[in-house]
């Protein structure tokens, strides 16, 4: 099966460095298959027939033992996230919207608690979608961006530190390196 690694805070800044390409190597020496990286954010890809849990206990104990930092991450089966852009509505496929953001939930995420947060943020510019993986924005007007509840408000959430994001664009593409039905 073919499965996404998402990495939350590496590589900004000049902090918290991850080289992909030894990252890459380390996944296919764990046994994990056909790794690849896209962009320098922490998008990877493997192919690996383990389970999801003995994946996830296998990049813990990795990072833990490797990085001297905390390395936040969402593991997900291609599967699952095609079958959850399949459920997308279509405003969030607009490409001329300003802005399209999808906040991955980290395992620690409590999606309830994100939508009672969020849930006044949509209006007649801003859009939001909750997914079984992540919470998908549009906002349509960069005029209006910068007073918009997402710009505004999302810093300050409690639930900043539990999402990773990825731009609209970014997610099409890693939508294609898993291979979109």
């Known amino acids: 099966m073919r499965y996404i690694l998402l990495l939350r805070g590496i590589n900004v800044g000049g902090k918290n460095k991850v080289v992909m390409a030894d990252l890459k190597a380390d996944l296919e020496e764990l046994g994990f298959e056909n790794a690849v990286s896209y962009i320098?954010?922490?998008?990877?890809?493997?192919?690996?027939?383990?389970?999801?849990?003995?994946?996830?206990?296998?990049?813990?104990s990795y990072f833990a033992q490797t990085y001297d930092f905390p390395l936040p991450f969402v593991l997900l089966s291609s599967a699952i996230l095609q079958e959850e852009a399949k459920r997308l509505p279509a405003w969030w496929w607009d490409e001329s919207a300003y802005r399209r953001d999808v906040l991955f939930y980290l395992p620690e995420a409590d999606r309830e608690q994100i939508m009672a947060e969020t849930e006044t943020w949509s209006n007649d510019k801003e859009q939001i979608h909750f997914g079984q993986t992540a919470f998908f924005y549009s906002n349509a007007d960069q005029a209006d961006y910068l007073k918009s509840n997402y710009h505004k408000k999302l810093l300050k959430s409690s639930f900043y530190k539990k999402v990773t994001i990825r731009n609209g664009k970014t997610f099409q593409k890693i939508l294609e390196l898993v291979g979109k039905d």
């Open 40 to 60: 320098n954010s922490g998008n990877l890809f493997f192919n690996s027939e383990e389970g999801e849990e003995r994946i996830r206990e296998k990049l813990e």
